[in-house]
């Protein structure tokens, strides 16, 4: 994106005295700058240009308005100095590739950032997170980084496992064709998984770990400075459940108070301490092995902001945003203690006709709070259509587990009539 293309993108003029919030390489979709304009805060969008990007950002266009846009082609400095005189409050990166960046521009406006940009890899890096945590004396999973196919195929050979992780070393870049695999389908994946890698995270290197057994959990934190250092406070712990298909089915929001979630709470705050994370929200997502305990898959930051996401953070009352510009340590889930929140997945190769029926059959069901039939993307939840072959999210909350569960059933149950009459 060139400079000149970039300054006609700017849909307003800086005001002076606004709060302003910089975000690092959004990608289309990431719903910042709307969201932070309901906050009441100008915003000015750091792109990156073709230099300085993955070939994704090269013609990425911008969605929402933004105060300014700023070009990033590889010398933070004048960024910074732009950003320090339009009074910018808070850095806040909108796609994996921003991360790094964020931490540089953060650092250099004496800003809150995840940490300090010497140890970033830390926190963006499959490979490096694994190394780290094994130095730190905590369970991670064997981990290979190559370009090289071969070297791929022997590391597998001397690291036998059930299945095998293939994505891009950039933690949050899609995992590509097929998130695990088995050992004679890697050479099959490998180009598509390589291709995808270098698009969205600008390196045809990939990660292989092997694949950890066990339940999987996401849990949210926050973290904010203290007298002793950073202080890291989990605010949110989810428990992921599959089809027999190997797809993601639903995910659950746990009581943080029993043994599990203590146990998974003490595991997040050594994550946390091991990857340097000083400051702003995180997500760490676990596997807990029956034989070793929890174990990290990976540990990132939000950068992404779907319907379905916004519609779960105003139920916990824990939005990244919210938790980046406020300050003052607090709990906001008081009132959402004995909720019950759940988020079903369906991916269906189901026809637009039928999608119409089905989506509007699940609105009316009683726990349902929003459908978002585009989770990958902001979309206004009126317009919501079903697209052919994708996968669309259903949240839903509750104070009776009962009702949940009678809902999801109902759920399943609709889909699965769709798709017998679908093949008649």
């Given at each position: 994106m060139?400079?000149e293309?970039?300054?006609?993108?700017?849909?307003?003029?800086?005001?002076?005295?606004r709060?302003t919030?910089?975000?690092?390489?959004?990608?289309?979709?990431?719903?910042?700058?709307?969201?932070?304009?309901r906050?009441?805060?100008?915003?000015?969008?750091?792109?990156l240009s073709?230099?300085?990007?993955?070939?994704?950002?090269?013609?990425?266009?911008?969605?929402?308005?933004?105060?300014?846009?700023?070009?990033?082609?590889?010398?933070?400095?004048?960024?910074a100095?732009?950003?320090?005189?339009?009074?910018?409050?808070?850095?806040?990166?909108?796609?994996?590739?921003?991360?790094?960046?964020?931490e540089?521009?953060?650092?250099?406006?004496?800003?809150?950032?995840?940490?300090?940009?010497?140890?970033?890899?830390l926190?963006?890096?499959?490979?490096?997170?694994?190394?780290?945590?094994s130095?730190?004396g905590i369970?991670?999973?064997?981990?290979?980084?190559t370009?090289s196919?071969?070297?791929a195929?022997a590391?597998?050979?001397?690291?036998?496992?059930?299945?095998?992780?293939?994505?891009?070393?950039?933690?949050?870049?899609?995992?590509?064709?097929?998130?695990?695999?088995?050992?004679?389908?890697?050479?099959?994946?490998?180009?598509?998984?390589?291709?995808?890698?270098?698009?969205?995270?600008?390196?045809?290197a990939?990660?292989?770990?092997?694949?950890?057994?066990?339940?999987?959990?996401?849990?949210?934190?926050?973290?904010?400075?203290?007298?002793?250092?950073?202080?890291?406070?989990?605010?949110?712990?989810?428990?992921?459940?599959?089809?027999?298909t190997?797809?993601?089915d639903?995910?659950?929001?746990?009581?943080?108070?029993?043994?599990?979630?203590?146990?998974?709470s003490?595991?997040t705050?050594?994550?946390?301490d091991?990857?340097?994370?000083?400051?702003?929200?995180?997500?760490?997502?676990?596997?807990?092995?029956?034989d070793?305990?929890?174990?990290?898959?990976?540990?990132?930051?939000?950068?992404?902001?779907?319907?379905?996401?916004?519609?779960?953070?105003?139920?916990?009352?824990?939005?990244?945003?919210?938790?980046?510009?406020?300050?003052?340590?607090?709990?906001?889930?008081?009132?959402?203690?004995?909720?019950?929140?759940?988020?079903?997945?369906?991916t269906?190769p189901?026809?637009?006709?039928?999608?119409?029926?089905?989506?509007?059959?699940?609105?009316?069901?009683?726990?349902?709070?929003?459908?978002?039939?585009?989770?990958?993307?902001?979309?206004?939840?009126?317009?919501?259509?079903?697209?052919?072959?994708?996968t669309?999210?259903?949240?839903?909350?509750?104070?009776?587990?009962?009702?949940i569960?009678?809902?999801?059933?109902?759920?399943?149950?609709?889909a699965?009539?769709?798709?017998?009459?679908?093949?008649?």
């Open positions: 060139t400079t293309y970039a300054a006609d993108l700017a849909t307003e003029s800086c005001t002076a005295g709060r919030v910089a975000v690092i390489a959004p990608q289309h979709g990431c719903g910042y700058a709307n969201a932070l304009a906050r009441g805060r100008g915003t000015v969008a750091v792109v073709p230099t300085a990007g993955p070939p994704a950002h090269w013609s990425a266009a911008l969605d929402g308005r933004y105060t300014d846009v700023i070009e990033y082609t590889g010398d933070p400095h004048p960024v100095a732009r950003l320090r005189a339009a009074g910018t409050e808070a850095v806040m990166p909108a796609s994996p590739a921003g991360v790094e960046l964020a540089k521009i953060a650092w250099k406006l004496g800003l809150p950032g995840s940490g300090a940009p010497r140890t970033a890899l926190r963006t890096d499959h490979g490096a997170q694994a190394e780290a945590l130095q730190a369970a991670a999973p064997r981990t290979l980084c370009t196919l071969a070297e195929l590391w597998t050979r001397s690291h036998r496992a059930s299945a095998y992780r293939l994505a891009s070393p950039c933690i949050g870049v899609p995992a590509g064709p097929a998130e695990y695999v088995t050992r004679p389908s890697i050479t099959a994946v490998w180009p598509q998984a390589q291709q995808t890698a270098l698009r969205l995270g600008g390196d045809n990939l990660v292989i770990q092997e694949r950890v057994p066990g339940r999987q959990y996401v849990i949210c934190s926050a973290t904010r400075s203290g007298p002793g250092g950073p202080q890291h406070t989990v605010t949110d712990i989810w428990a992921h459940a599959y089809a027999p190997g797809l993601l639903r995910i659950d929001l746990l009581h943080r108070y029993d043994l599990l979630a203590r146990r998974l003490l595991h705050h050594r994550v946390l091991a990857l340097g994370v000083a400051s702003g929200p995180a997500v760490c997502h676990v596997a807990f092995d029956p070793r305990g929890p174990v990290l898959l990976s540990a990132g930051v939000v950068t992404h902001r779907s319907l379905g996401d916004e519609a779960t953070w105003a139920l916990t009352g824990h939005d990244p945003i919210d938790m980046t510009l406020d300050t003052t340590p607090r709990d906001r889930r008081r009132g959402t203690q004995h909720r019950r929140v759940t988020r079903i997945r369906l269906a189901l026809t637009s006709t039928l999608g119409s029926n089905l989506l509007p059959a699940d609105a009316e069901l009683p726990t349902t709070v929003c459908i978002d039939a585009h989770p990958d993307s902001f979309i206004p939840g009126t317009e919501a259509q079903l697209p052919d072959g994708r669309f999210e259903i949240v839903l909350a509750h104070e009776e587990p009962e009702a569960e009678r809902d999801c059933r109902r759920i399943h149950a609709l699965a009539d769709l798709h017998r009459i679908r093949h008649r």
